[in-house]
């Protein structure tokens, strides 16, 4: 292999000591990332494992007090957190270009580097070998380490392992919007999550397309949700919003008659907008009457402003928190309440809501799917029946309504029901690309 301007060789790794003793934290970093940015484009994977190995794993299995791996020269004066940073950045460097480059297979044995017996401490390991081992243990045991294996995760088996497998969509877009993340990171977080939606997406009107011809046997189609047949009446009650009461349209209503409103005028048009034509608004109305309370409190100094729109973006990312996970760690009362009381639909419905008055709200709301999904994961499937079926309806909804494909339903038959309600089997589904009017 050639040796290159770090000197990291396979023959001889010892060769990075004396080249890192002489350089600060910073500018040993920034040569180690330009290392990395530059093998990983001109070797093969295989390559370029070997070289991470030899730079972060080989030689901590010395018996030797004399030798320390080259690279953690720089950090053993108190850089733990400097070590982390420099792995981190390190792995999306690599993974962001295998990413890009359909070498997806290799990510894995890149995570499973951390898995190492050479990483185990041993008696008779120096002491400032065994610090090493130690930093590399608790990096294996991170949330960092956590969120690199999201990427390693094989799609297609979603639905084995942990219920959360199945929402890491939503754990990446949070990889990518957390500034503390490395740029490489938050790219590769920001495509994978794409992917994944996509995917997801297409899976979906797949589903519904097939699943309403007569010649199609059930083998021929994937239903992307855990709903069963259950997903197909969803999506016809979701979708059954139309022409002047649609929820595209009450929200571009709702946009034009809040402009040049104030603050506390707004506030209230909100709180009526959300929970306009809500099922069941006699089970939610004590919900409600708490909401509104809540939100007329905020920013009560402003009040007699006229809302901006940064007002109007603030506002709307407040309400999501109010509806989800208020403070990024537990989840809030009103989404406790209305998950155990049932009203998972009605959630779903008014966060849609909210999206479609404020589109730039979207990554926000997607983020604290994600804080709700890392504060559940802790229990098990059966004791998160509830939260699961509010994160399968919201995937359902969003996908049909919030994208840039409209649902429409088409009625193809005349069947009346025995209790005089509308007989959903006597709609189909249509599918057509919609054009965006949000301002």
């Given amino acids: 292999m050639t040796t290159n301007r770090l000197s990291i060789s396979q023959e001889n790794p010892h060769c990075l000591t004396s080249n890192f003793k002489q350089l600060d934290v910073q500018t040993a970093q920034e040569e180690v ?3 990395f940015v530059e093998i990983v484009n001109k070797l093969t994977p295989e390559d370029v494992l070997r070289e991470f190995k030899s730079l972060f794993i080989d030689g901590l299995d010395s018996e030797y007090s004399d030798y320390i791996p080259g690279i953690y020269n720089i950090f053993l004066d108190d850089y733990e957190q400097e070590l982390y940073n420099t792995l981190k950045r390190c792995c999306y460097i690599i993974v962001n270009n295998w990413k890009t480059n359909r070498k997806d297979k290799y990510i894995q044995d890149l995570v499973n580097l951390f898995i190492n017996e050479n990483l185990k401490i041993k008696d008779n390991n120096p002491l400032v070998v065994k ?3 130690i930093w590399l243990e608790k990096f294996a045991n991170s949330k960092d380490y956590k969120d690199l ?3 390693a995760t094989k799609y297609e ?3 084995k392992g942990h219920w959360a497998n199945r929402y890491t969509s939503y754990l990446l877009i949070d990889q990518s919007v957390n500034n503390k993340n490395p740029k490489e990171q938050q790219e590769a977080a920001r495509r994978l999550s794409k992917q994944i939606k ?6 979906l009107a797949m589903y519904i397309a097939r699943s309403q011809s007569g010649v199609s046997s059930t083998t021929r189609y994937k239903n992307p949700s855990i709903l069963g047949d259950q997903a197909l009446r969803l999506i016809k009650t979701i979708v059954l919003k139309r022409g002047v009461f649609s929820y ?3 929200a571009h209503i709702f946009i034009k008659q809040t402009e040049k409103q104030t603050l506390k005028e707004f506030k209230i048009n909100l709180e009526k907008y959300l929970f306009f034509s809500v099922e069941n608004q006699e089970s939610v109305e004590n919900l409600r009457q708490h909401f509104a309370h809540t939100l007329s409190l905020w920013k009560i100094d402003y009040n007699q402003e ?4 940064e007002f109007f973006l603030r506002a709307c990312n407040r309400v999501i928190d109010y509806f989800t996970i208020e403070n990024a760690k537990e989840p809030s009362q009103l989404f406790i309440l209305l998950i155990a009381q049932g009203h998972a639909l009605t959630l779903v419905i008014i966060l849609l809501k909210v999206i479609l008055i404020c589109r730039n709200s979207r990554r926000h709301l997607e983020t604290r799917i994600a804080h709700l999904i890392r504060f559940y994961e802790k229990y098990s499937e059966e004791e998160c029946k509830g939260v699961i079926n509010f994160i399968e309806i919201f995937n359902i909804t969003f996908a049909i309504y919030a994208e840039n494909v409209e649902y429409n339903l088409i009625k193809i038959e005349e069947k009346q029901s025995s209790n005089q309600q509308l007989n959903l089997d006597s709609y189909r589904v249509f599918s057509q690309m919609k054009v965006d009017r949000q301002k």
């Fill in 157 to 159: 088996d979603s639905s």
């Fill in 149 to 151: 294996k999201l990427f």
């Fill in 33 to 35: 990332y330009s290392f």
């Fill in 198 to 203: 996509d995917k997801f997406k297409f899976e």
């Fill in 306 to 309: 006229i809302i901006t729109k």
């Fill in 131 to 133: 610090t090493c081992k």
């Fill in 248 to 250: 595209d349209n009450i």
